[in-house]
Nanobody, 114 residues
């Protein structure tokens, strides 16, 4: 399993970014995928999740601003982030949750300046 996240960067408050996670090494189509984030000094937290049939759920803090989606042909999961706030500053991780273990990508840093 490999999960390669990209798309992070520095953005001003109110701006947008789109994160991508390219997946390989497993049957992407049938698996739930998630995005997590970890801010400095804080625990890693779930941001958004999308199931194989495209059902989604979000952390309360990002509802209405972030959108998770997936392209099963390209084997990519996206996180569209709008109306970004300084509190969204974190390393964002792509996650594949299996019952036996979690798989993690390398993380991509998002910095939102005020």
């Amino acid at each position: 399993v490999q999960l390669q996240a990209s798309g992070g960067g520095l953005v001003q408050a109110g701006g947008s970014l789109r994160l991508s996670c390219k997946a390989s090494g497993f049957n992407f189509r049938i698996n739930t995928m998630s995005w997590y984030r970890q801010a400095p000094g804080k625990q890693r937290e779930l941001v958004a999740r999308i199931t194989s049939d495209h059902m989604t759920n979000y952390a309360d803090s990002v509802k209405g601003r972030f959108t998770i989606s997936r392209d099963n042909v390209k084997r990519v999961v996206y996180l569209q982030m709008n109306s970004l706030k300084p509190d969204d500053t974190a390393v964002y991780y792509c996650n594949l949750p299996w019952t036996t273990r979690d798989w993690w990508g390398q993380g991509t840093l998002v910095t939102v300046s005020s």
